[in-house]
C-alpha cells in the first residue's frame, strides 16, 4: 500500500517562510511526477509545484519566484520551500505522486494545513 506522509505545515505571518515535505514509501511501479497541490474549502485542488524524476518543473505562476521544489528520487521524498508567504497562500497542501503505468497511478497525501496570517 502507497502512504504520502506529508510535514511541516503550521502557522506563520505574511513574509514569513516554511518547508514541507513529503516521503512516499510503499511499493510504487516507476514512480514519475512528485509535486505539491493546494486546496481552500469551497475551491477545486490547485497545483503549486510539480517535478519529474527527470527534473523538469512546473510551478503554478502565482508561486513564482517565491516557491523552491526540490526531490531525492532514492528515497521517494519531495520538499517545497515557500519564501515571502501571503495570507492567499493559506491552504491545505497535499503532496501527489504519480507513476509511470498508463493511466498513470495517482496518490495523495493526508493534507497539511499552512496558514499564513496578516
Known amino acids: 500500500q502507497v502512504q504520502l506522509v506529508e510535514s511541516g505545515g503550521g502557522m506563520v505571518q505574511a513574509g514569513g517562510s516554511l518547508s514541507l515535505s513529503c516521503v512516499a514509501s510503499?511499493?510504487?511501479?516507476?514512480?514519475?511526477?512528485m509535486g505539491w497541490y493546494r486546496q481552500t474549502p469551497g475551491k477545486q485542488r490547485e497545483l503549486v509545484a510539480i517535478m519529474t524524476t527527470g527534473g523538469s518543473i512546473t510551478y503554478a505562476d502565482s508561486e513564482k519566484g517565491r516557491c523552491t521544489i526540490s526531490r531525492d528520487n532514492d528515497k521517494k521524498t519531495v520538499l517545497l520551500q515557500m519564501n515571502s508567504l501571503k495570507p492567499e497562500d493559506t491552504a491545505v497542501y497535499y503532496c501527489?505522486?504519480?507513476?509511470?503505468?498508463?493511466?498513470?497511478?495517482?496518490?495523495w497525501g493526508q493534507g497539511t494545513q499552512v496558514t499564513v496570517s496578516s
Open positions: 501527489h505522486l504519480s507513476d509511470s503505468s498508463f493511466p498513470p497511478r495517482m496518490y
Open positions: 510503499g511499493i510504487i511501479f516507476s514512480v514519475n511526477n
